[in-house]
């Protein structure tokens, strides 16, 4: 991890999310304050460690980690308010359900939203920084079980597979079979297919 990040002392929470860019689903924020006394091995941007790898990890951060929360924003308000706001929102929800809450915040990324104590956003964070990779992890780990049970919800779409995202196969299967109530369909490969059904 970096070491020239100067992180303040006190309950330093990570924060990331899994989900901006898929047409299906939630957007999952994860927010975690490490403990300095159990540090966890391994952490790494969530998109850089195997599957089986992200889930050994989620269940150690869960035992190991001084707090940990998930926090959400649903189709229905990514569709009303935009995928960044959306976003933004999923991240102040995760932050606000750490217990003990967090004293500063580290967000992945070049932007934070505003939270109740000082924050940061870091670039590239999920791979600089222990606990917003700890927080990368649960966050997509968190997302892909979700979207794991909503392809039992909607055979056909491989949603299991892709998670969401505009794969050949989403976008062919959003084609023969339609819009589900889980689609954004502020997202233009959906927001046609609905146009167009009228």
Known sequence: ???????PPGRLAGVDEAGRGPLAGPVIAGA???DPDRPIDGLNDSK?????RRECLYEVIRQQALAWS???AEVEEIDRINILQATLLAMQRAVQGLAPAAEY?????NRSPGFACPSQAVV????RVAAISAASIMAKVTRDREMIEMDRQFPGYGLAQHKGYPSKS???ALESLGVTPIHRRSYAPVRRIVEREG
Do not use: P, Y
Request: hydrophobic share 45%.
């Open 32 to 34: 975690v304050i490490l």
């Open 70 to 72: 998930i926090g959400r």
């Open 1 to 7: 991890m970096d070491t020239d990040l100067q992180l």
């Open 48 to 52: 850089r460690l195997s599957a089986a």
């Open 170 to 172: 989403h976008i062919e």
């Open 124 to 127: 590239r964070g999920d791979s």
């Open 105 to 109: 915040v580290l967000v992945d990324g």
